[in-house]
């Protein structure tokens, strides 16, 4: 017999059973894997499972949500009928050789009917009241990008406004003095309406009703390669009614560049209202920050050689592309392999394992990963914008090009034509790329116009410029 229960005083998932020790019990899901500490000896064992993680360096944090594997060695776990759930810090599941985790809220409060309880107080409560500032990063699935580097520079300057954010569940770690709200909780919904200023980088979920004095700084999250709203391909009434309900949510736009400003207004139904030039808060760590710290946190060695691989997401699939075999590089390269899925690829996928190889796709602030990477392999994502503050060198990995450019999305210029690096088709390419040592040179006259174009304002100063501005205009008080 086997059973499961849940100690909420040690915080750990509790499996029991029958017989020898198993040799090993892990439970894994696709961003995090706990061992657990077996004991029992004879007719009895015991299996407790952690469920809070060190993730990065960073601090012990709940599991995040989703499904996890049970794997107990020698016990077979398929038919057991193993169930219970809680509410407190996490609601769990266990069925079988399934756990599944959920963000902590109350089962009143999941429920669609609850949810839409929720919205309506939300809709008719007054707010903007309160000197507080809500941010909300890739629809909360981490605390980074710049509404981190904002946040920061706000605590900082202003340290008495509170700062709210909003997050999936509370394995996502917020900067230090922020309050962290579950998204769909009572607490979230409240901030949301209360606080005079929202700062987010994407589009703003769920029901968003309006309130008077309530600011909104939509900040985006990189400079457009790929055409983006009411550019896409393609005539879609629906899409189209939506960009233009979002950006009229709007109050302020922010931008990298003078091309971004162009783009972004356009794009999105003809943005009428400020857009602010002053350059990427997140880039700010670039010009500023600590390399040889994020190293450390990664477990990489001094002196070797880090090479990341971020693509972007593609609209016909949900993980990561498969156009390389990272422990491969890592081996053909004489390299570590950092590899940072989209943030849209972070709920759909896993991490990806093997020798030299950091899966970070779960990694909160990608800039720091830029810090401390020796060169970039990419393809078409906005963070071939951000890494060229660096000056280090870039390989663009495209095998898909013609399919991405003339079906998926399209682009707003000639990659080919202006690229500040090589553009590859094959991992073959790629390695030899990365061993040829006159790559840099052959690059240096494009490098520079992208950067000239491109990173005019990433002078380590943008998020004392958009604080200073948000002081100035009154959006919070200091």
Request: proline share 5%; charged share 25%.
């Amino acid at each position: 017999m086997t059973t499961a229960e849940i100690d909420e005083v040690r915080g750990a998932l509790v499996i029991a059973g029958d017989g020898a020790r198993p040799v090993s019990a892990v439970l894994d899901g696709a961003r995090a894997r706990v061992s657990a500490r077996l004991t029992g000896a004879g007719r009895t064992w015991k299996a407790v499972f952690p469920l809070r993680i060190s993730r990065f360096g960073g601090a012990e944090l709940p599991l995040p949500s989703g499904d996890y594997a049970l794997r107990i060695e020698g016990v077979d776990l398929a038919g057991a009928a193993l169930e219970r759930r809680v509410h407190a810090d996490l609601g769990i599941a266990v069925q079988g050789a399934s756990v599944t985790i959920d963000p902590p809220l109350d089962a009143v409060h999941r429920s669609p009917e609850g949810q839409r309880t929720l919205e309506g107080r939300y809709a008719a409560q007054p707010g903007g009241t309160e000197n507080a500032v809500f941010f909300e990063s890739f629809y909360g699935q981490s605390a980074g990008c710049n509404p981190r580097a904002i946040d920061r520079e706000l605590a900082h300057r202003a340290p008495d406004v509170v700062r709210y954010w909003s997050v999936t569940d509370l394995s996502v770690a917020v900067p230090e003095g922020a309050i962290a709200v579950v998204e769909g909780s009572p607490e979230w919904w409240r901030a949301r309406a209360c606080a005079r200023l929202l700062v987010v980088n994407d589009w703003l979920r769920r029901r968003y009703v309006r309130k008077n004095g309530q600011r909104v700084l939509q900040t985006w999250h990189g400079t457009p390669l790929k055409r983006l709203a009411l550019h896409r391909p393609g005539f879609d009434p629906r899409r189209m009614a939506a960009v233009v309900k979002e950006s009229r949510r709007w109050d302020v736009l922010l931008a990298q560049n003078r091309y971004s400003e162009r783009i972004l207004a356009k794009a999105y139904a003809f943005f009428r209202k400020p857009i602010w030039v002053d350059g990427y808060p997140r880039n700010d760590v670039l010009v500023t920050g600590d390399a040889a710290a994020v190293r450390r946190a990664l477990g990489i060695r001094d002196g070797e050689r880090v090479l990341l691989y971020a693509p972007t997401w593609r609209d016909d699939r949900t993980e990561i592309v498969d156009f390389i075999d990272p422990e491969r590089l890592a081996h053909d390269a004489d390299a570590v392999v950092l590899v940072r899925g989209h943030s849209r690829t972070l709920k759909p996928g896993r991490d990806q394992d093997g020798a030299r190889v950091i899966d970070v796709t779960g990694y909160p602030q990608t800039a720091e990963l830029l810090l401390i990477a020796d060169e970039l392999i990419t393809d078409y994502s906005s963070v071939m914008f951000d890494f060229s503050v660096t000056g280090k060198p870039m390989h663009f990995l495209v095998p898909d090009l013609e399919h991405y450019r003339g079906r998926l999305r399209g682009f707003y210029f000639d990659l080919a034509a202006r690229a500040p690096g090589p553009l590859l088709h094959t991992q073959e390419e790629l390695v030899a790329s990365l061993s040829d040592p006159s790559r840099t040179a052959a690059y240096a006259e494009r490098y520079d116009a992208w950067r000239r174009q491109f990173n005019a304002r990433d002078d380590g100063h943008a998020a004392e410029r958009v604080v200073s501005r948000i002081l100035d205009l009154g959006f919070v008080d200091a």
